[in-house]
T-cell receptor, first 113, second 115 residues
Framework: DAGVTQSPTHLIKTRGQQVTLRCSPK?????VSWYQQALGQGPQFIFQ???????QRGNFPDRFSGHQFPNYSSELNVNALLLGDSALYLC????????????FGEGSRLTVL | AQTVTQSQPEMSVQEAETVTLSCTYD???????LFWYKQPPSRQMILVIR??????QNATENRFSVNFQKAAKSFSLKISDSQLGDAAMYFC????????????FGSGTKLNVKP
């Protein structure tokens, strides 16, 4: 049973560029959430996707956007990258009608120079 | 707003000993869940234990147990018989009962296990 998979694992961008991160949820899961984890901090909720729509959003600017595809996989897009966007981006999946337990991927480490 | 505070940035324990990690939280909700997640160097967050706020009995999972004090808004994790594989970052997290995906995490406690 495949768990949550994310790609790429590491990437380096420069300020002003755009980045796309990808996530495949755990088999059978239909809901995907994205979290940003800055160095030495706990994860912070960015947004959640269910039925291909953004359902909830944390305190992040519009530069952060996402998408969910019919197969439940998801993308996180960040435009006009800032140095402060450097972080580990975690994808978590769950089942909308389940117990609410989140299953996390190993994350994508983004470095903005 | 919900906040989760972990006041111990780093702790150490001798192998086979017991250690307790502290967590406090702030919420105006009465129905919620609390979690402890472990994040090893591999970066993947792994659920350690979960506590429903409406349950008075403290949750237990093998060597891991919690001390849930609802009135004090305190949620500590006790690890018994510590093992080298327990070394990791530990995060306390909160979510409202019916808000499955929006978790609030603390800043984490790094646990070192000495052989």
């Amino acid at each position: 049973d495949a768990g949550v998979t994310q790609s790429p694992t590491h990437l380096i961008k420069t300020r002003g560029q755009q980045v796309t991160l990808r996530c495949s949820p755990k088999s059978g899961h239909d809901t995907v959430s994205w979290y940003q984890q800055a160095l030495g901090q706990g994860p912070q909720f960015i947004f959640q996707y269910y039925e291909e729509e953004e359902r909830q959003r944390g305190n992040f600017p519009d530069r952060f956007s996402g998408h969910q595809f019919p197969n439940y996989s998801s993308e996180l897009n960040v435009n006009a990258l800032l140095l402060g966007d450097s972080a580990l981006y975690l994808c978590a999946s769950s089942l909308a009608l389940g117990t609410g337990e989140l299953f996390f991927g190993e994350g994508s480490r983004l470095t903005v120079l | 707003a919900q906040t989760v505070t972990q006041s111990q940035p780093e702790m150490s324990v001798q192998e086979a000993e017991t250690v307790t990690l502290s967590c406090t939280y702030d919420t105006s909700e009465s129905d919620y869940y609390l979690f402890w997640y472990k994040q090893p160097p591999s970066r993947q967050m792994i659920l350690v234990i979960r506590q429903e706020a409406y349950k008075q009995q403290n949750a237990t999972e093998n060597r891991f147990s919690v001390n849930f004090q609802k009135a004090a808004k305190s949620f500590s994790l006790k690890i018994s018989d510590s093992q080298l594989g327990d070394a990791a970052m530990y995060f306390c997290a909160y979510r409202r009962r019916y808000n499955f995906n929006k978790f609030y995490f603390g800043s984490g406690t790094k646990l070192n296990v000495k052989p």
